[in-house]
T-cell receptor, first 112, second 119 residues
Framework: TQLLEQSPQFLSIQEGENLTVYCNSS?????LQWYRQEPGEGPVLLVT?????EVKKLKRLTFQFGDARKDSSLHITAAQPGDTGLYLC????????????FGTGTRLTIIP | NAGVMQNPRHLVRRRGQEARLRCSPM?????VYWYRQLPEEGLKFMVY????????ESGMPKERFSAEFPKEGPSILRIQQVVRGDSAAYFC?????????????????FGPGTRLTVL
């Protein structure tokens, strides 16, 4: 079974600080997605990365896919209370329609 | 363009009853996936369907669970003779048809989920 381990599991920081969330695996993935999930709602797709070493930016969020396509990171600059939520990474293996393997999740709380 | 729709949003069943969860994919999407999220756990894949075909059911429990995606109408996840351990949030996702090539990753978009509570 492929496992995606996320760290930290919980993170609580002050508004304005920077943070990084990690998603690690011993397996290679063809693509990796990051989702954010609010309580009582479904995951919302933030980004997809497919190339080793790829970096994508979404406003204050920076996503990186490891060179070996086994790990990824999410960096948030100047965190805001609206960033609070559960962040999930999910990996795919076949460049197309397939099941996703989800990470263990990072629950982020930004304190105003 | 409406997103993935799921109903009901909340479902309460007594042990031994049947639960039917419905999912309407995004317009133009012909691929549907079901995932289950147990309390304080991550999402686990259950089944992947195309119209009238089950493509991958490797995450589906062997007994009591079934899924379909008919030519017309929503995809349905059916749980027979529910037990307390079935209590969870069930999410449906949909995607466009894939091409299986680098750069053609077909992203999955999730619905709001159905929260099943078994009493």
């Amino acid at each position: 079974t492929q496992l995606l381990e996320q760290s930290p599991q919980f993170l609580s920081i002050q508004e304005g600080e920077n943070l990084t969330v990690y998603c690690n695996s011993s397996s290679v993935f063809s693509s990796l997605q990051w989702y954010r999930q609010e309580p009582g709602e479904g995951p919302v797709l933030l980004v997809t990365v497919v190339t080793g070493g790829e970096v994508k930016k979404l406003k204050r969020l920076t996503f990186q896919f490891g060179d070996a396509r086994k790990d990824s990171s999410l960096h948030i600059t100047a965190a805001q209370p609206g960033d609070t939520g559960l962040y999930l990474c999910a990996g795919g293996r076949n460049f197309g329609n397939e099941k996703l393997t989800f990470g263990t999740g990072t629950r982020l709380t930004i304190i105003p | 363009n409406a997103g993935v729709m799921q109903n009901p949003r909340h479902l309460v069943r007594r042990r031994g009853q049947e639960a039917r969860l419905r999912c309407s994919p995004m317009k133009g999407h012909s691929h549907v996936y079901w995932y289950r999220q147990l309390p304080e756990e991550g999402l686990k894949f259950m089944v992947y369907l195309q119209k009238e075909n089950i493509i991958d059911e490797s995450g589906m429990p062997k007994e009591r669970f079934s899924a379909e995606f008919p030519k017309e109408g929503p995809s349905i996840l059916r749980i027979q003779q529910v037990v307390r351990g079935d209590s969870a949030a069930y999410f449906c996702a949909s995607s466009l048809p894939g091409q299986g090539a680098i750069g053609s990753n077909n992203e999955q978009f999730f619905g709001p989920g159905t929260r099943l509570t078994v009493l």
